[in-house]
Structure formats: structure tokens, C-alpha cells
């Protein structure tokens, strides 16, 4: 399952930063979803219609 697999890649190519972090919120709309992490950091992908 690719979710795994993401998980996977990330768990070993970040170590022990990547097991500390959590997501902290998930918005979803229409065009747009974001993701805040617990670093802080955030992200933001387009669906393209």
C-alpha cells in the first residue's frame, strides 16, 4: 500500500526527527488541501481541475 511505503521511505531516510514528528491538523477544500506538522512546518497541494 503506497501509505505504508511513504511511511516506510520517510521513517528511514529521516530516523529518529521523523519519529518525533505528528501531524497536527488537516484541511481539506475544495482545490486546496494543508497539513501542519508539530515542527511547525506546514504544507499545501492544488488539485488541478
Do not use: P, R
Amino acid at each position: 500500500m503506497i501509505i505504508q511505503e511513504t511511511y516506510d521511505l520517510l521513517k528511514l531516510k529521516y530516523g529518529d526527527s521523523f519519529k518525533s514528528t505528528s501531524i497536527e491538523k488537516v484541511v481539506v477544500g475544495i482545490l486546496y488541501t494543508a497539513v501542519k506538522l508539530s515542527t511547525g512546518y506546514c504544507g499545501i497541494a492544488k488539485t488541478e481541475i
